[in-house]
């Protein structure tokens, strides 16, 4: 069967103009694109590339005339919940095309997440199958181990030309609808900030650093917060915002947690330019009276407060799952595929505090082997291995 592969919007850089091109050379397969903004446009290939500059009314239409003429048969989307996507998905549901969606991974960071028809608590994971998974005889996934130290600046640089060139074509896509709300000059602006912010807090988080593994190791509950405007948030949760999460989280640790445990909230390292709680928390702890036992940071090492925190809450985030890898009791509050019994606390908020135990060990193993065999692919957007298209291309084709 001839594979008509249209690709919308991916990771910043070029990744899948490059997954394009490799898919491309297969037998009986043709690649399109469909690019939105100006950052598209810069990183995609012009030939069987399209430009969407049209209203965000009529991108149903458009597509659905897009991908009939072109006789499309799989759509591939980096976040399933962004606008355009969202309504890709429902097109490709209606016309019976398979929808694939990339993902940073459930298992950072040497993996990225590819799965049919959506991520997160979109993903079509299933816990009867992962009760039914039998791992033995299974090898370790190739190049699980591999480590991606330079990623971020590879990324940093990727997203400083595709937000630049967003801001260059805005004339031709001036109906365009971003996922982040923020005008270029906010963007820019916040990043400066975010590197400024980084060097002032960098005194305060070494502290903090030494203190979690003397006098504060298991004294403390970690709270991971996520990025404000997180799909994670805003399609994946009960909260309406990062704040409210955060007032929720207080108020019980006030009326709930022993006396003598902290509480840390991290700040999320790609929002730090972005946002700050640190007066918002202020106020709730002049309000519960929590002045001494809250602290918040921003870039202390996340593997340490995770080893040596009494137990981690969190929404969402992979985090939850770096901190089954610790072994650290941990409370989910939103929809993660993670939360499963045996693994993350089923217990109510109020109670976590003093009743919170350890993850099974042999289930969490089981758990990340399923996703290894399942969804996460060896590789990262921003550093290109060949056999990591090759391990993608024999998913979507096959």
């Known amino acids: 069967m001839h594979k008509n592969i249209l690709f919308l919007q991916g990771p910043v850089g070029s990744f899948f103009r490059q997954l394009a091109d490799f898919m491309a050379k297969q037998e009986d397969v043709t690649t399109y694109q469909i690019t939105l903004n100006g950052g598209d446009d810069i990183f995609s290939r012009s030939k069987r590339t399209t430009a969407y500059v049209g209203k965000p009314q009529d991108w149903s239409e458009f597509l659905k005339a897009y991908v009939s003429k072109h006789n499309i048969t799989d759509i591939v989307v980096f976040g399933d919940c962004r606008f355009y996507h969202r309504i890709a998905k429902k097109v490709a549901s209606e ?18 997440t590819l799965e049919r028809e959506g991520v997160n608590s979109n993903s079509l994971f299933s816990y009867e199958l992962f009760e039914q998974f039998n791992e033995t005889g299974l090898s370790l996934s190739e190049g699980e181990n591999l480590t991606r130290k330079n990623s971020f600046w590879f990324m940093s640089v990727n997203a400083f030309i595709y937000y630049f060139f967003k801001l260059i074509y805005a004339y031709k896509y001036k109906h365009y609808i971003h996922h982040r709300p923020w005008l270029f000059s906010e963007e820019t602006y916040s990043w400066i900030r975010a590197a400024v912010r980084k060097v002032t807090y960098a005194y305060n988080d070494y502290k903090l650093s030494k203190s979690v593994k003397s006098s504060l190791s298991k004294q403390y509950f970690l709270v991971p917060l996520q990025v404000s405007v997180d799909s994670q948030i805003l399609f994946h949760s009960p909260f309406g915002s990062v704040e409210e999460f955060i007032s929720t989280v207080i108020e019980s640790f006030a009326k709930n947690a022993d006396k003598d445990d902290f509480l840390v909230f991290k700040h999320h390292p790609m929002d730090r330019g972005f946002t700050n709680y640190q007066r918002f928390i202020k106020k709730l702890c002049y309000a519960y009276d929590l002045n001494q036992r809250v602290i918040y940071c921003h870039d202390t090492h996340l593997p340490t407060l995770l080893k040596h925190a009494k137990g981690t809450i969190t929404v969402n985030s992979t985090v ?13 509050l939103g929809n993660a595929i993670y939360n ?28 990340t082997r399923f996703l290894k065999e399942n969804n996460q692919i060896p590789g990262s957007f921003y550093m290109k291995p060949t056999n990591t298209f090759a391990a993608i291309s024999k998913i979507i084709l096959s």
Request: overall charge neutral; glycine content about 8%; proline content about 5%.
């Open 95 to 112: 016309q019976g095309m398979q929808l694939w969606a990339f993902e940073e991974g459930y298992l950072r960071p040497s993996f990225i």
């Open 320 to 332: 939850g799952i770096s901190s089954l890898h610790h072994g650290t009791p941990t409370k989910v």
């Open 340 to 367: 499963i019994e045996g693994m993350t606390s089923q217990k109510e908020l109020h109670e976590f505090w003093n009743i919170s135990c350890k993850p099974c060990v042999d289930k969490f193993s089981k758990f």
